[in-house]
């Protein structure tokens, strides 16, 4: 699949497990939808087996076993399941004693279902976004597909986060408006007070 089509997933016509396509990595119990997550090589993305592995085609139009998992550099690799022989085995294109490596001049890039959040409404909207991977170096949490950008091993790179989280922000919206309405009645009363006293003060202005 190519990227356009990919982001153009509508995630809400897959609202059983039984509707999940082929190319879906799961269904989320939680919020009743299929889960996608994708891995870009240029303008076409693939999705992964249990082992890490999407299939992409080469130069030639041959399709090849491309190993998707990397780590932060070879000193902090942990992955067992991030092995290459060469640097053609690794979507970042990037293999040192036999591990896929970040690669900074070939960020991997995943794309993935997110929980677009609208402030101060109780509402969300699940959609398809491609952001930077895992490991991969970032600014901002928005540069990341998991929307999470935090400090590891003194620079800032893209982590896993857990993916459920539209109650958690849900009932923090709800926080935000019922302290709102709270201030707001706070200052209602506050206004009529002090007119209240005005008007004591000054009987014949009544």
Excluded: W
Excluded at 18 to 31: A, K, L
Excluded at 115 to 123: D, R
Aim: contains cysteine; proline residues 2%; positive net charge.
């Amino acid at each position: 699949m190519n990227k356009e089509d990919i982001l153009n997933i509508n995630i809400y016509q897959y609202k059983n497990k039984e509707d999940c396509p082929e190319y879906s990595n799961g269904y989320n119990e939680i919020n009743k939808h299929c889960t996608f997550r994708f891995y870009c090589k240029n303008d076409i993305c693939s999705t992964s087996n249990s082992t890490g592995y999407a299939q992409f085609p080469n130069s030639k139009g041959e399709i090849e076993n491309i190993q998707v998992n990397v780590c932060q550099d070879e000193n902090h690799c942990s992955k067992s399941n991030a092995s290459c022989f060469s640097d053609k085995d690794c979507l970042s294109n990037k293999c040192i004693n036999n591990k896929c490596i970040r690669n900074e001049n070939s960020p991997i890039i995943e794309c993935s279902d997110y929980y677009h959040h609208y402030n101060y409404l109780l509402y969300y909207k699940i959609k398809m976004h491609c952001k930077k991977g895992l490991y991969e170096k970032c600014e901002k949490h928005s540069d990341c597909a998991s929307n999470v950008c935090a400090s590891i091993n003194s620079e800032k790179n893209c982590i896993l986060f857990p993916r459920n989280m539209s109650k958690l922000k849900k009932q923090r919206l709800i926080t935000i408006v019922i302290s709102d309405i709270i201030l707001v009645i706070f200052l209602i009363t506050i206004i009529v007070v002090l007119r209240r006293s005005n008007k004591l003060k000054n009987p014949s202005r009544i």
